[in-house]
């Protein structure tokens, strides 16, 4: 690899980390809530504080959280991603962001292969939602919803431009659309007469 190119993909790792950081930095000032008093923030288990009170609340963080993870993904592609060299793809790469999302605000957020190869086993629909969300977004539908009474599950369609199509579908025979999913979970805070 020539000089001019090491320094491009040696620049690409350092940009796709620092996107990476502002992605992860602004999700946590985003789902965090700032409680009204400090002895309220003591006194809440430190994950179910900053849970979303009713589903709407929930439908409109997880609306943002998955276009912040979309735009992030595509972008990365674009800009940083190259077929030729061996690099960790950007999907991949937001896995981390999906642990720490996981660890420090309790939503869980992952992959689901829709109508194109799944590139890991672990993207393939697990549940009875997942695999309706599949259907929905197969159909055409931007997003698909479940709503319990302790967790509220979305999953938003993700485009597969045709860089993408290169891995997930080698042999195709159409420009079809093809679509990914993000499946995000988030519980929901159970009222006071149900603690």
């Given at each position: 690899?020539?000089?001019?190119?090491?320094?491009?993909?040696?620049?690409?790792?350092?940009?796709?980390?620092?996107?990476?950081?502002?992605?992860?930095?602004?999700?946590?000032?985003?789902?965090?809530?700032?409680?009204?008093?400090?002895?309220?923030?003591?006194?809440?288990?430190?994950?179910?504080?900053?849970?979303?009170?009713?589903?709407?609340?929930?439908r409109v963080?997880?609306?943002?959280?998955?276009?912040?993870?979309?735009?992030?993904?595509?972008?990365?592609?674009?800009?940083?991603?190259?077929?030729?060299?061996?690099?960790?793809?950007?999907?991949?790469?937001?896995?981390?962001?999906?642990?720490?999302?996981?660890?420090?605000?309790?939503?869980?957020?992952?992959?689901?292969?829709?109508?194109?190869?799944?590139?890991?086993?672990?993207?393939?629909?697990?549940?009875?939602?997942?695999?309706?969300?599949?259907?929905?977004?197969?159909?055409?539908?931007?997003?698909?919803?479940q709503v319990?009474?302790?967790?509220?599950?979305?999953?938003?369609?993700?485009?597969?431009?045709?860089?993408?199509?290169?891995?997930?579908?080698?042999?195709?025979?159409?420009?079809?659309?093809?679509?990914?999913?993000?499946?995000?979970?988030?519980?929901?805070?159970?009222?006071?007469?149900?603690?």
């Amino acid at each position: 690899m020539n000089a001019g190119r090491r320094e491009r993909a040696e620049l690409g790792f350092i940009l796709q980390g620092a996107i990476l950081a502002v992605v992860l930095s602004s999700l946590a000032l985003l789902l965090e809530e700032v409680p009204a008093e400090e002895s309220q923030q003591k006194a809440d288990p430190p994950r179910q504080r900053h849970y979303p009170t009713t589903a709407v609340e929930a439908r409109v963080r997880a609306r943002i959280l998955h276009e912040t993870v979309h735009g992030a993904l595509q972008v990365m592609h674009r800009d940083f991603f190259e077929e030729e060299e061996s690099r960790v793809i950007p999907s991949h790469s937001l896995e981390d962001v999906f642990k720490e999302l996981e660890r420090s605000q309790g939503i869980k957020v992952r992959w689901l292969a829709v109508n194109a190869r799944a590139m890991n086993v672990d993207n393939e629909p697990r549940t009875e939602f997942e695999k309706q969300a599949v259907k929905a977004l197969s159909a055409g539908k931007g997003e698909f919803e479940q709503v319990t009474d302790k967790e509220y599950q979305f999953t938003g369609s993700i485009r597969l431009a045709s860089q993408c199509l290169k891995c997930h579908l080698p042999m195709r025979k159409s420009n079809e659309a093809r679509v990914a999913g993000l499946v995000i979970s988030m519980p929901l805070k159970v009222a006071e007469k149900e603690k």
